[in-house]
């Protein structure tokens, strides 16, 4: 790998990464480099990597970006984190070779403003919704823009050959493996639920190249996500075990390199809308983080808002105080929610100064008020979801024309803003779209009655001939299959 990798050494070090565990007991310490942080996935007391310091926009960097494509957005964001390890240009070559589909950012009423207009006006007036749509990637799916552009960095960054396993709950296995499909010197296994996806979700996961082996297990996305986690514990570890020799990494948000390129998109919505308040359907959570990230680079959000499905331990942490995760997690509709624990918590509860451990064990309590003021967040019932993407798709949903096709994920979405405006009042707001609705023809049928035609980038993905094996849902049988010759 390493294909045209800056030297260390020549460059300078710039931001360094630090594990959200360091101040516990027998934490992890050593702040490391992106290229480390990116090859170790994490930290080895297993904890996610963070950045030392959020990097700040300043007025004039915003302004000069306002009318900028995606793909400079994405490099301008991403080279304040990396720029001194990665260099500008690389970062620009990267962005501009990952980032060559359309971005659609819908407004949905008549008056809703978008190019920036809407940033001049006063915080939070008017009462517009705009949709960005996040699907039009090679997988369909918001996972393409993070896993593109992780996988162009690993293979500049990483200097030896690497097995990326990763755990998906539907769209973030197919996107990892349509990225890193063809890489010399990389082995993909894609960790997923053999009933907790949908039909064409399955079929993209055991589809996406001959260097990529999806592993269908019986149990929950938990579960995957469970044995991803022992992986890279026992490669950290213990020097004998087998997977200390394979180079394992981690491409679930739970790698910082998955995380960072997932704050562009936001700035991208605002630079062009201005738009207040961010509202983010989640699952594991580093979508969210993205957002969350963006505001503390000095974009001013008033509310980001985390809508949840059923599994609903973050809107109960915040009314409570008290974190109990959903275990198991409960399956919805919105299956790529369908997360009762979200790792990405634990980076949140660090931004608010608090350390949670990967078992969901608060240490030291964040800052609990300022979650409060920051972010909120709602539990949307598949009954609502179903509902919401009716309503949309007849009209009578406030703020959608009519014929607004959603999936569960942006319905879920929807739903959430709908129920956050009658609590606060009008707001100018963007909501994520994180799928492609042909991806989950069984719920558009339940919904509408029909199901829109596949994007021709997903049907040529579903003709591609099948690479998956089923497995037990225990650690040896996972070893067994990542070590196999």
Not at 9 to 25: I, Q
Not at 162 to 170: I, K, R, W
Not at 396 to 417: D, N, Q, R, Y
């Amino acid at each position: 790998m390493a294909v045209g990798a800056p030297s260390l050494s020549a460059a300078r070090m710039g931001l360094r990464f630090l594990s959200t565990n360091k101040d516990l007991p027998g934490g992890y310490t050593d702040a490391v480099s992106f290229r480390q942080a990116l090859s170790m996935g994490l930290a080895p007391d297993a904890g996610l990597f963070m950045p030392e310091r959020i990097p700040v926009f300043t007025t004039s960097q915003l302004e000069g970006l306002r009318q900028a494509p995606y793909a400079t957005v994405a490099a301008a964001v991403l080279d304040l984190f990396l720029g001194d390890e990665l260099g500008p240009s690389v970062i620009s070559s990267i962005c501009q070779d990952a980032y060559n589909f359309p971005v659609p950012l819908e407004p949905c009423t008549p008056d809703a403003p978008l190019t920036g207009q809407a940033s001049r006006a006063q915080p939070g007036a008017g009462n517009s919704t705009f949709i960005l749509r996040l699907d039009q990637g090679p997988t369909a799916s918001f996972k393409d823009f993070a896993a593109r552009f992780m996988a162009r960095a690993m293979e500049r960054l990483c200097e030896r050959d690497l097995t990326v396993l990763v755990a998906t709950s539907g769209d973030t296995g197919s996107a990892v493996g349509a990225a890193f499909a063809g890489m010399k010197g990389a082995r993909v296994y894609i960790l997923y639920p053999a009933h907790g996806v949908s039909d064409v979700q399955r079929q993209q996961l055991d589809r996406c190249g001959d260097n990529v082996t999806a592993l269908a297990i019986d149990g929950t996305f938990d579960d995957c996500q469970a044995l991803a986690k022992q992986a890279f514990a026992l490669s950290h570890d213990d020097t004998l075990s087998p997977l200390a020799r394979i180079g394992l990494t981690s491409a679930n948000s739970i790698n910082i390199g998955r995380v960072l390129p997932q704050v562009a998109y936001h700035v991208y919505a605002w630079l062009q809308t201005g738009a207040p308040v961010m509202l983010i359907p989640s699952g594991n959570f580093g979508n969210a983080l993205g957002a969350e990230i963006a505001r503390r680079m000095g974009l001013p959000f008033q509310r980001i808002i985390v809508a949840v499905n059923s599994n609903d331990a973050f809107p109960a942490y915040l009314q409570s105080g008290i974190y109990r995760k959903v275990s198991p997690s409960k399956e919805c509709i919105s299956n790529a929610m369908n997360v009762g624990h979200p790792s990405n918590l634990a980076r949140f509860i660090h931004l608010y100064g608090g350390i949670m451990d990967k078992e969901g064990l608060i240490h030291q309590m964040p800052d609990l008020a300022g979650m409060r003021r920051d972010l909120w967040s709602v539990s949307i019932s598949d009954e609502e979801t179903i509902a919401a993407m009716r309503r949309a798709w007849q009209g009578t949903m406030p703020g959608l024309p009519k014929g607004t096709l959603l999936e569960p994920h942006g319905a879920v979405g929807i739903a959430a803003l709908e129920q956050y405006r009658e609590l606060y009042g009008p707001c100018n707001a963007v909501v994520l779209e994180t799928a492609h609705p042909a991806k989950f023809p069984e719920a558009m049928e339940k919904a509408l009655g029909h199901a829109p035609r596949p994007p021709e980038a997903l049907e040529r993905m579903m003709r591609r001939p099948a690479r998956v094996r089923r497995m037990a849902n225990d650690i040896e049988s996972l070893i067994a299959e990542l070590t196999r010759p």
